[in-house]
């Protein structure tokens, strides 16, 4: 939005239409297209948006609707795709384009549910994005430069400077991305000794490869998981961190100081009420010896960032571990926290976690996602904009992280083309930007982003 021009300036929405589209998974999904009436050339606007679903869900995410019964196990979004049609647009009629906050409140009311269980957060979700980019349209500039104001637009909060993120990216998969083969969910790498968001990406793409080779020698077919990382052969789940070590020392990095690993342990499926069972390891753990394993593998490995090391019911224990790490490594709250501005300011009050991941499709609009950043940014958190395993070509969380200035992204792997379009769509930010862009890098990993 322009600084001189006020939401209802942008134009008014027209109509709302949705349709069942399908994920990277071949399940069903909602796509909704927002069309503006601008009054002025061209007269109409449109935007449109994917929502994506996720395989490993916190339980106090917002739920999505689907119908159940025999078709595609259930999962059809036929409902969702009707609301959207029926309720949803009949509302949204007539609103301010650029007003994100009242289009999302409207979304809200509408539902009337805590956790979108009527209308389904698919189908808001959907309606809430697709406005979004048909407000960025009407204002003839890219998303990203149109959510650099938050959700409110001039006067709620200073301009940000565009940032390009330091990619999280996936290269074994695990947990339920790939059938339970390990207990760890995702073997990642981040790149704090990139100069660029580009050089971020050449890096990886060297690592991934020498990870597949690695997969090949050791006679392991190199298929891919749900997130496009290499399907897991491994005899115990560390057996996978030294492979990643090996993969980053054979592409020709320093592990530690130009790539580092990040872990997604995602412990609430595999454990809870304190206990944890590692299936590939043989063994059961209580909170503290999970602990304490985390702790080995973070003095063994060049570890820099740790997701949900804790199920979501662990919250002493994650506490403890936070404490345990202090600043040397990312504590990221994913199911803990499920992009809950309320669960982020508890959690923080408890010392539990440092870091947030902001996932839209865990509350249902973009106002409630970016009301989670806020709390978390007051609570000295960092942030990470992340994708989900059922993803789709939208890339509006590409927009989302470099708008809002999050630092930080995580998308799947450098495979797949749900995953690469989200990793092009930044590199094509980057290069528009040239000499104007700011790259987080390793800034993010002291869990504050370049100062705004």
Same mark, same amino acid.
């Given at each position: 939005?322009?600084?001189?021009?006020?939401?209802?300036?942008?134009?008014?929405?027209?109509?709302?239409?949705?349709?069942?589209?399908?994920?990277?998974?071949?399940?069903?999904?909602?796509?909704?297209?927002?069309?503006?009436?601008?009054?002025?050339?061209?007269?109409?606007?449109?935007? %449109?948006? +994917?929502?994506?679903?996720?395989?490993?869900?916190?339980? %106090?995410?917002?739920?999505?609707?689907?119908?159940?019964?025999?078709?595609?196990?259930?999962?059809?979004?036929?409902?969702?795709?009707?609301?959207?049609?029926?309720?949803?647009?009949?509302?949204?009629?007539?609103?301010?384009?650029?007003?994100?906050?009242?289009?999302?409140?409207?979304?809200?009311?509408?539902?009337?549910?805590?956790?979108?269980?009527?209308?389904?957060?698919?189908?808001?979700?959907?309606?809430?994005?697709?406005?979004?980019?048909?407000?960025?349209?009407?204002?003839?500039?890219?998303?990203?430069?149109?959510?650099?104001?938050?959700?409110?637009?001039?006067?709620?909060?200073?301009?940000?400077?565009?940032?390009?993120?330091?990619?999280?990216?996936?290269?074994?998969?695990?947990?339920?991305?790939?059938?339970?083969?390990?207990?760890?969910?995702?073997?990642?790498?981040?790149?704090?000794?990139?100069?660029?968001?580009?050089?971020?990406? $050449?890096?990886?793409? $060297?690592?991934?490869?020498?990870?597949?080779?690695?997969?090949?020698?050791?006679?392991?077919?190199?298929?891919?998981?749900?997130?496009?990382?290499?399907?897991?052969?491994?005899?115990?789940?560390?057996?996978?961190?030294?492979?990643?070590?090996?993969?980053?020392?054979?592409?020709?990095?320093?592990?530690?100081?130009?790539?580092?690993?990040?872990?997604?342990?995602?412990?609430?499926?595999?454990?809870?009420?304190?206990?944890?069972?590692?299936?590939?390891?043989?063994?059961?753990?209580?909170?503290?010896?999970?602990?304490?394993?985390?702790?080995?593998?973070?003095?063994?490995?060049? +570890?820099?960032?740790?997701?949900?090391?804790?199920?979501?019911?662990?919250?002493?224990?994650?506490?403890?571990?936070?404490?345990?790490?202090?600043?040397?490594?990312?504590?990221?709250?994913?199911?803990?926290?499920?992009?809950?501005?309320?669960?982020?300011?508890?959690?923080?009050?408890?010392?539990?976690?440092?870091?947030?991941?902001?996932?839209?499709?865990?509350?249902?609009?973009?106002?409630?996602?970016?009301?989670?950043?806020?709390?978390?940014?007051?609570?000295?958190?960092?942030?990470?904009?992340?994708?989900?395993?059922?993803?789709?070509?939208?890339?509006?969380?590409?927009?989302?992280? +470099?708008?809002?200035?999050?630092?930080?992204?995580?998308?799947?792997?450098?495979?797949?083309?749900?995953?690469?379009?989200?990793?092009?769509?930044?590199?094509?930010?980057?290069?528009?930007?040239?000499?104007?862009?700011?790259?987080?890098?390793?800034?993010?990993?002291?869990?504050?982003?370049?100062?705004?």
């Amino acid at each position: 939005m322009s600084d001189s021009r006020q939401a209802g300036d942008l134009g008014r929405i027209e109509q709302v239409h949705a349709r069942r589209v399908w994920d990277s998974r071949g399940r069903p999904t909602v796509e909704a297209e927002v069309t503006v009436a601008t009054g002025r050339a061209p007269g109409r606007v449109v935007g %449109r948006a +994917i929502v994506p679903a996720g395989a490993s869900k916190g339980r %106090r995410e917002a739920l999505e609707l689907r119908d159940g019964g025999g078709p595609f196990g259930g999962l059809d979004v036929q409902r969702a795709v009707g609301h959207v049609n029926g309720e949803i647009a009949r509302a949204l009629a007539g609103m301010p384009a650029g007003d994100q906050a009242a289009i999302d409140a409207r979304l809200i009311e509408l539902d009337g549910t805590p956790n979108k269980q009527r209308l389904g957060a698919n189908a808001t979700l959907a309606a809430s994005m697709a406005a979004a980019q048909a407000a960025a349209a009407a204002a003839g500039r890219p998303l990203y430069e149109h959510l650099a104001h938050g959700i409110g637009g001039p006067g709620e909060v200073p301009r940000l400077p565009p940032l390009l993120p330091l990619p999280q990216i996936q290269i074994f998969g695990g947990g339920a991305h790939a059938g339970r083969r390990v207990d760890i969910q995702d073997f990642m790498v981040m790149c704090p000794g990139a100069a660029s968001f580009a050089q971020a990406l $050449e890096w990886t793409a $060297e690592v991934y490869r020498h990870a597949g080779v690695l997969m090949r020698e050791r006679g392991a077919a190199a298929g891919v998981a749900d997130e496009g990382g290499w399907w897991p052969a491994f005899d115990s789940n560390e057996q996978a961190l030294t492979a990643l070590v090996q993969a980053i020392e054979r592409a020709g990095f320093t592990p530690g100081e130009q790539v580092a690993i990040a872990l997604d342990i995602a412990a609430s499926d595999f454990g809870e009420h304190g206990r944890y069972r590692l299936g590939l390891d043989g063994r059961e753990l209580t909170s503290d010896g999970l602990i304490e394993l985390l702790l080995r593998w973070c003095e063994r490995y060049p +570890i820099a960032s740790i997701e949900d090391p804790l199920a979501e019911d662990d919250l002493e224990a994650f506490a403890r571990f936070t404490q345990a790490v202090g600043a040397r490594v990312q504590v990221v709250g994913d199911d803990l926290l499920v992009s809950d501005a309320a669960l982020v300011r508890a959690a923080a009050g408890r010392g539990a976690a440092n870091t947030v991941l902001l996932k839209p499709n865990q509350r249902g609009t973009l106002t409630e996602t970016w009301q989670c950043w806020q709390a978390a940014r007051a609570a000295g958190y960092a942030g990470i904009v992340s994708a989900r395993s059922g993803e789709t070509e939208d890339t509006t969380i590409v927009d989302l992280a +470099i708008g809002w200035g999050v630092g930080q992204l995580k998308v799947g792997s450098f495979a797949r083309s749900e995953r690469m379009a989200k990793w092009n769509a930044a590199l094509r930010i980057e290069q528009r930007l040239g000499a104007a862009s700011r790259f987080a890098g390793a800034s993010v990993l002291g869990r504050n982003p370049p100062a705004q």
